[in-house]
Every structure is written in structure tokens, then in C-alpha cells.
């Protein structure tokens, strides 16, 4: 099945500790997303990535640091530097170029860090 | 990017039609309206967009003013599965950058 793939589904850290969140996607899209979203908030983009080996910032990257060397794969760092890191981190992808695409979801992960 | 307006929640008896409504009054004209919604603790799953006419697929229909200025999302027979968090979104198509405010939350009752 095609989709999007990221794990693990909770995650626990331990402050100033890095942690690597996993995002691939098996349905050959060109763009991918992260967002954060935060308990009765809507989502807010972190970072993007339009082609391989490119990648902007979105609203709030700060603490936050991306790689896309591979087109199915997108992790997500978050550094130390993120003051306030306990959220649900989500994945999208989307076919991407100048036409109009919907984003597909990953199922999310939970990170807390205590 | 254009903001939204949403009613922060609705309710919708199960079987009924179920009509969402979004305020998007500064909206440009190359940009899209969206709609996703979001099932607890799932990611969010596309519904349907448009950009001047009214679009329906197998899961909903759009109606979008002539003006723009607001749009309806309507699902025509609403089930408990369709309780979750609608987004309204408008963005433009060349970025895919999509800005999801805190949407409307219909709970579908029995």
C-alpha cells in the first residue's frame, strides 16, 4: 500500500537531548512537509522540502533542523535549542510543482520531553 | 496568505446534511480554498478544493460565493465517522504551503 510512514507513534526524551523523528513516503511525491500542532491549536508548518536535497524554513523552524537527500525520506531533528519541543508532529507529502496538489498525512508522532 | 473564519464548533444529527461555512474576505485571486479534516490523534486527510466554481467529489461538495469572499463545505449525509476537525484553508497553488487555523469541530450526533 501506498503511504506515508512515521514512527515511532510516541516518542519520550529527556531535556537537551536531540531526538530524530522518521518520515518516509512510498507514493513518489516530490514535496514533503513537517508540522507541528500543539493540543487545540491547528498545525504549523516547520519545514518543507520541494525537490531533494532542497528544503525552507516555515514559520516556526526555529530548533528544529531537516535533511532530504532521498526523495521517500524526510526526518526531522529536533535540537535542544527548541524550548518547548512536547507537541504532535506530523508528515505530508505532496505530488508538488506549480499545479495545485493535495498534502497526504502521516499518522503522527507524539513526542514528550520531560 | 489569506486568513479564515470558522464557527468553532457545530453539531449535526447523523443522516442529516451537515453545511460548514468559512469566512476567507482578503482572499487573492490565484489563491485555492481547501478543506482537510482531522479525526483525534490522526493526521489530517484531504477533502476537496476549488478555486471558482463549486466542486464535488464522493466525500463532499463546495460551494464558493461568486465574490470568494466565503465558501461551504456540505457533507450530504452525515455519520458518526465524520465527527472531527474541518479545516478551512486558502493558499497558493505554485508553494503547496498550506496555513491551518484552528478549524470547526462538528460532532455528529446519534
Known amino acids: 500500500d501506498g503511504g506515508i510512514t512515521q514512527s515511532p507513534k510516541y516518542l519520550f526524551r529527556k531535556e537537551g537531548q536531540n531526538v530524530t523523528l522518521s518520515c518516509e513516503q512510498n507514493?513518489?511525491?516530490?514535496?514533503m512537509y513537517w508540522y507541528r500542532q500543539d493540543p487545540g491549536q491547528g498545525l504549523r508548518l516547520i519545514y518543507y522540502?520541494?525537490?531533494?536535497?532542497?528544503?525552507q524554513k516555515g514559520d516556526i523552524a526555529e530548533g528544529y533542523s531537516v535533511s532530504r537527500e532521498k526523495k521517500e525520506s524526510f526526518p526531522l531533528t529536533v535540537t535542544s535549542a527548541q524550548k518547548n519541543p512536547t507537541a504532535f508532529y506530523l508528515c505530508?507529502?505532496?505530488?508538488?510543482?506549480?499545479?495545485?496538489?493535495?498534502?497526504?498525512f502521516g499518522p503522527g508522532t507524539r513526542l514528550t520531553v520531560t | 496568505d489569506a486568513k479564515t473564519t470558522q464557527p468553532p464548533s457545530m453539531d449535526c444529527a447523523e443522516g442529516r446534511a451537515a453545511n460548514l461555512p468559512c469566512n476567507h474576505s482578503?482572499?487573492?485571486?490565484?489563491?485555492?480554498v481547501y478543506w482537510y479534516r482531522q479525526i483525534h490523534s490522526q493526521g489530517p486527510q484531504y477533502i476537496i478544493h476549488?478555486?471558482?466554481n463549486n466542486e464535488t467529489n464522493e466525500m463532499a461538495s463546495l460551494i464558493i460565493t461568486e465574490d470568494r469572499k466565503s465558501s461551504t463545505l456540505i457533507l450530504p449525509h452525515a455519520t458518526l465517522r465524520d465527527t472531527a476537525v474541518y479545516y478551512c484553508?486558502?493558499?497558493?497553488?505554485?508553494?503547496?504551503?498550506?496555513?491551518f487555523g484552528t478549524g470547526t469541530l462538528l460532532a455528529v450526533q446519534p
Open positions: 505530508a507529502s505532496s505530488i508538488g510543482g506549480l499545479a495545485v496538489y493535495e498534502q497526504y
Open positions: 507514493l513518489n511525491h516530490d514535496a
Open positions: 522540502s520541494q525537490i531533494v536535497n532542497d528544503f
Open positions: 482578503t482572499i487573492s485571486g490565484n489563491e485555492y
Open positions: 476549488g478555486l471558482k
Open positions: 484553508i486558502v493558499g497558493v497553488g505554485a508553494t503547496n504551503k498550506l496555513i
